[in-house]
């Protein structure tokens, strides 16, 4: 049996077959404008890949933006397709495709992906920063998604931080880099990546905006590992492709905890071991969860 992975963008729809402990036949559309349109895309990509796979598809799991009720089929919260939210999701794709869904918010997957396949796999305890143009992550405890009562675990971007800012507003490459082009005076502003490149050749600006990027990251895993005391900290999104990201993180992490008397306690930080294929990877994971929960 094999399971169809999706994953849903803002701009775009990634999807794969699993089988064989693997990803195969991936491929995309461009993210629709209508839930009509999502509907066809996705009844026509089951289709697709029903034609082509050396077995029968399962189910359907998909990893979403959002606040993800997983029990109700309901996606609640915000996000870049408006349509998703706060309407049958998974009752509506149920009948549309014949198969059975499961839906989960995307970090989330994306830290079930490290837990069960990736950086944490073995760990009983892990937690997942997810750096994008916010914060999102994950908190995976003895095999199973924390998510709490308001299903706000694992939303560490909320957290504040220095000076009642966000650990988003401030660990974020996307925010850095808007607040470097407003004192610049940059119009367009630049990217997170030429922020990072910036403070590679000197700049003391980007030099600053970096220096407090790294440690506001730190502070948000030095705060959430004082409640979890996780085994593993894992840290994903486009931000942990850079190479010169670790380093910095760790050296904020152990400044802190000398200031704070607390070295002690081992905090064990990875760089998450999936990049594109991460929310496609964890949407399996949590189907594999949700049918041993059943």
């Avoid at 606040?67 to 009948?95: C, K, N, Q, W």
């Amino acid at each position: 049996m094999s399971i169809l992975a999706i994953d849903i963008g803002g701009t775009g729809v990634k999807y794969a077959l699993w089988e064989a402990e693997a990803l195969t036949g991936n491929g995309s559309f461009v993210t629709p404008a209508t839930w009509e349109q999502m509907k066809a895309g996705l009844k026509a990509t089951l289709h697709n890949l029903a034609s082509c796979s050396q077995e029968p598809i399962e189910a359907v799991t998909i990893s979403v933006p959002g606040a993800v009720d997983s029990e109700a089929g309901i996606i609640g919260g915000y996000s870049a397709i408006p349509y998703i939210h706060r309407m049958p999701f998974v009752a509506e794709l149920t009948d549309l495709l014949g198969k059975p869904v499961f839906v989960e918010n995307d970090a989330n997957c994306a830290g079930l992906a490290e837990a069960f396949y990736g950086a944490a796999k073995g760990a009983k305890s892990a937690v997942s920063f997810i750096i994008g143009s916010g914060i999102g992550g994950a908190v995976v405890l003895e095999g199973k998604l924390v998510k709490g009562q308001s299903l706000f675990g694992g939303e560490f971007g909320y957290m504040l931080t220095e000076n009642g800012q966000t650990l988003s507003e401030l660990a974020s490459p996307v925010h850095a880099a808007k607040r470097y082009s407003t004192q610049k005076g940059l119009v367009p502003g630049i990217t997170g990546r030429e922020l990072f490149d910036l403070a590679g050749t000197g700049d003391p600006l980007a030099q600053q905006e970096v220096q407090q990027l790294h440690r506001a990251l730190a502070i948000g895993i030095y705060n959430v590992c004082l409640v979890v005391d996780p085994e593993v900290v894992c840290l994903g999104g486009g931000l942990s492709r850079r190479k010169d990201l670790l380093a910095p993180v760790q050296d904020q992490l152990r400044l802190l905890q000398q200031q704070h008397h607390s070295e002690d306690q081992q905090i064990t930080v990875k760089i998450c071991q999936f990049q594109q294929d991460a929310n496609l990877i964890g949407a399996v994971a949590n189907y594999y969860l949700r049918k041993e929960q059943a």
